[in-house]
Nanobody, 126 residues
Framework: QVKVVQSGGGQVQAGGSLKLSCTTFGVTYVDYAMGWFRQAPGKEREEVATIAIDGSTTYADSVKGRVTISRDNAASTLYLQMNNLKPEDTAMYYC????????????????????WGQGTQVTVSS
């Protein structure tokens, strides 16, 4: 059984930092591209950052330079280090695992595809 378990998050003042973690169980981790997504109240879910099996990364323009995605394959764990947080970063954050064929393929989760974590709330106050 596949489980994606998130930790971290919480409340922080603007300019502060948080680190999210996500451990995936029940898969061959190195077969999976991973990603972080977020959804603010009343808004669509959006991609924050992704990391392919080979470690290549993508970032949303809104977080570039402030956020770093990384993975520890030995621990089957994904991280999201967020610095200089802004109130507009307030959202529920989700981790996703997407089995890919090629090491350079990005995380492309969608309806009926991939595995999702339970979500963790990030609240940034001004």
């Amino acid at each position: 059984q596949v489980k994606v378990v998130q930790s971290g998050g919480g409340q922080v003042q603007a300019g502060g930092s948080l680190k999210l973690s996500c451990t995936t169980f029940g898969v061959t981790y190195v077969d999976y591209a991973m990603g972080w997504f977020r959804q603010a109240p009343g808004k669509e879910r959006e991609e924050v950052a992704t990391i392919a099996i080979d470690g290549s990364t993508t970032y949303a323009d809104s977080v570039k330079g402030r956020v770093t995605i990384s993975r520890d394959n030995a621990a089957s764990t994904l991280y999201l280090q967020m610095n200089n947080l802004k109130p507009e970063d307030t959202a529920m954050y989700y981790c996703a695992a997407d089995r890919r064929r090629y090491r350079t393929d990005t995380c492309a989760v969608g309806p009926g595809r991939g595995y999702w974590g339970q979500g963790t709330q990030v609240t940034v106050s001004s």
